[in-house]
């Protein structure tokens, strides 16, 4: 069965980066759309970017983040530098399907926490 | 990037409908809807505006008309109620989500 399995939770200071990873199995890596999306305390959904794992093509909304895989884990990695507390949110990958959007696979989530 | 304009709340006794709208979509039929209970990950209820995967009951349907899309959860269940969220694709590889609505089964 599909599973997206994500790192553990994280702490760090204001200016510093963070790498979640995302290790997926149950599927063909290379043919599948992975998303990435937070949620700050309390908040909504916010879409940050996909990649596809096949031939790399990314696209992210701010400079900030970074987005990479390794193949031979089939993992997804998400890099977010810079941080500020309001990056504080849980990171969630997301897996699509054949459609636009249809993202019916979801990591657990992984908590990051900025403070200082 | 704003969020897609959603009704903060949304209500409903055992057994009615209530729908759910989502403003700024794009022109094009790729809207999706989540639902989220506390505490999980979001689980996908349609996509392309009306589609549903597989195990998602037919009491979730959607809908568009120009740039605002529905989620309409009929027979309403103790268990519909949490979060809901459209999502949009607006192009370029780029998506929104909408602002969210708490849906609660009274």
């Known amino acids: 069965q599909v599973q997206l399995v994500q790192s553990g939770a994280e702490v760090k200071k204001p200016g510093a980066s963070v790498k979640v990873s995302c290790q997926t199995s149950g599927y063909n890596f290379d043919d599948y759309y992975i998303h990435w999306v937070r949620q700050a305390p309390g908040q909504g959904l916010e879409w940050m970017g996909q990649?596809?794992?096949?031939?790399g093509y990314k696209v992210y909304l701010q400079g900030r983040l970074t987005l990479t895989r390794d193949t031979s884990t089939a993992t997804v990695y998400m890099d977010l530098s810079s941080l500020r507390p309001e990056d504080t949110a849980i990171y969630y990958c997301?897996?699509?399907?054949?459609?636009?959007?249809?993202?019916?696979?979801w990591g657990q989530g992984t908590l990051v926490t900025v403070s200082s | 990037q704003t969020a897609l304009t959603q009704p903060p709340s949304a209500s409903g006794s055992p057994g009615q409908s209530v729908t759910i709208s989502c403003t700024g979509t794009?022109?094009?039929?790729?809207v999706s809807w989540f639902q989220q209970h506390p505490g999980a990950a979001p689980k996908l209820l349609i996509y392309?505006?009306?589609k549903r995967p597989s195990g998602v009951p037919d009491r979730f349907s959607g809908s568009k008309s120009a740039n605002t899309a529905s989620l309409t959860v009929s027979g309403l269940q103790v268990d519909d109620e949490g979060d809901y969220y459209c999502?949009?694709?607006?192009?370029?590889?780029?998506?929104?989500f909408g602002s969210g609505t708490k849906v609660s089964v009274l």
């Open positions: 999502c949009s694709y607006l192009g370029s590889g780029t998506y929104v």
């Open positions: 392309d505006v009306v």
């Open positions: 990649i596809k794992p096949d031939g």
């Open positions: 794009g022109s094009d039929n790729h």
């Open positions: 997301a897996r699509d399907g054949q459609h636009y959007g249809d993202s019916e696979y």
